[in-house]
Nanobody, 122 residues
Framework: QVQLVESGGGSVQAGGSLRLSCAAA????????MGWFRQAPGKEREAVIT????????YYDVPVRGRFTISQDNAKNTVYLQMNSLKPEDTAMYYC???????????????WGQGTQVTVSS
């Protein structure tokens, strides 16, 4: 069982930056993929970015390429989401997820964090 705990959310103005952290604990060794999803009110949860085996990064069908990046610190069992040039449309609850492989389908993942709110004002 893997436990994921996110932190780092908050409120920023457009153009600002935030770094989200996701600390993993428990039996993590079968979970080669770590990812970030987001869910805005009234919308479905969508994949943002994933990292496989610590270095294969994939962006999904959201307009964050060039602004968001993901990194992983294996020594700390922590994954980070660096978000720059934030826009009001990035406002959502952000969730960390872990799974055996990377995919845009939330059903692929077997562990989720509780979520951290990101609010971007114009």
């Amino acid at each position: 069982q893997v436990q994921l705990v996110e932190s780092g959310g908050g409120s920023v103005q457009a153009g600002g930056s935030l770094r989200l952290s996701c600390a993993a604990a428990g039996y993590i060794y079968n979970n080669n993929c770590m990812g970030w999803f987001r869910q805005a009110p009234g919308k479905e949860r969508e994949a943002v970015i994933t990292i496989y085996s610590g270095d294969i990064i994939k962006y999904y069908d959201v307009p964050v390429r060039g602004r968001f990046t993901i990194s992983q610190d294996n020594a700390k069992n922590t994954v980070y989401l660096q978000m720059n040039s934030l826009k009001p449309e990035d406002t959502a609850m952000y969730y960390c997820a872990a799974g055996r492989y990377c995919d845009g389908n939330p059903m692929t993942y077997n562990a989720w964090g509780q979520g951290t709110q990101v609010t971007v004002s114009s």
